[in-house]
């Protein structure tokens, strides 16, 4: 019996095992499109049908993040004689990108947002300015730890600019230290009065931050498991009282510039005591905060009602260290 062996010469491990590959491929990007398991693109419900998305001025094709018409908003792009053309839509016109009607958010949808399919508008800018804005508390203002200076850090140089001026005059305190790793973190604390200037203008504050020396000493919630404080006028009464748990930054305001016990500053934030407490994740940190603070600190002086700076500070009235956590006082 002869046994005839057959070949194909064309015959490729490699490429079959490609050619496998690539079809898998296709079937998982048709499972992602089409199939049940799709997401959703910029939170709108796909067509079952086509995979598409109604944006309600037009549909969208996800595969290629392009509408499959043209920007209804284009006659809004047109300048008009007499009018600010300065303030088009998205740019108008002048914004070359306008001109191509069918991408989607300027061709950026990680800085923009088009929820209706006509004009983008600057999604995260929008994102950014709300969070940075004072929220509302029970019967105080205070700022989300949401802001600039958690990524761009916090030195010396700022606040030699902002203690005291037409926007802040307050005390503040920093104190660096050693921490478990050998790095270097410095926690600030400050008290005053705040020209909150959208937000009924002037208001008895305080603040706590905490900051590593990664570059220029980044927010860090790695360090304090919480913080809490409690402002006091000259006479011994509470102005304000605030705790916060695992967070860079805590801070609370209230209305006005009083005296007494109405708001306590009275345009002199060292007439102001602020008592802290301080629970650390580490024990070895907390005594190495606790032996620098009873040390030499960077202090900021505000400006008390005779337009002079104050020349010292009180602090260390109440210093206590038990186990990881810290309680101390600074007027």
Known sequence: ???????????????????????????????????????KFTAKEPDAETGLYYYGARYLDPKT?????????????????????????????YNFISLHSYNYSNNNPLKYSDPNGDIPFFA??????????????DGFLYFDTWQPQFLGGYINLYEKLT??????????????????DGSTASIWIWKGDYNLVFNGGWHTG????????????????????????????????????????????????????GTGATNGANGDPSSMKISVTLDFYYTSDAISFFNEFNGDNSFFPSINNEGLKRDEYKKNSNLIIISNRVTLEFQ
């Not at 993040?65 to 108008?92: F, H």
């Not at 995260?124 to 508390?137: C, E, F, K, S, Y």
């Not at 905490?210 to 919630?221: E, H, K, Q, R």
Request: charged share 20%; with cysteine.
């Open 1 to 39: 019996m002869k046994v005839q062996c057959l070949a194909n010469p064309n015959y490729s491990p490699l490429k079959t095992a490609s050619r496998n590959f690539n079809m898998l491929n296709i079937a998982l990007k048709y499972r992602l499109y089409y199939g049940r398991k799709r997401g």
């Open 65 to 93: 993040s392009r509408w499959l018409s043209g920007d209804p908003a284009m006659g809004e792009y047109l300048p008009v004689a007499g009018q600010e053309n300065d303030k088009l839509p998205n740019g108008g016109v």
């Open 124 to 137: 995260i800018g929008i994102a950014v300015g709300i969070a940075m804005l004072p929220r509302q508390g």
């Open 163 to 180: 203690s005291n001026n037409l926007v802040c005059n307050s005390d503040s305190l920093r104190t660096d230290f050693k921490r478990f």
């Open 206 to 257: 305080a603040e706590i931050g905490v900051y590593n020396d990664i570059l220029l000493n980044f927010g860090t919630n790695k360090i304090l498991k919480s913080a809490s404080f409690t402002l006091t006028d000259e006479d011994g009464n509470e102005i304000m009282s605030r705790s916060l748990a695992g967070k860079w930054w805590i801070n609370s305001f209230v209305k006005g510039k």
